[in-house]
């Protein structure tokens, strides 16, 4: 029954990533560390570049800014949870 049972594990698209990461950098915690890093570093460019494709660039920067403080708010909010 696994670890946990028979339940779904919690985030299973976020293990699915980590198991990414581990099949490219192998099972260094540091290159896994850079490369979750690295994927969190281009997704407010994403967004901003996705907003400016459909909507012009205020509506990228909006987006990314918005994204950028959701990730700030989050960190800053982690010790009290």
Known sequence: MGYKGADI??????????????????NHYDSIIVLQTLVLALLPVLLY???TEFYGAPAGVLAAVLYILRETNAILSAPFT
């Open 49 to 51: 570049w996705i907003g």
């Open 9 to 26: 594990p919690p985030r299973p698209l976020y293990i699915f990533v980590l198991s990414l990461f581990h099949l490219i950098g192998g």
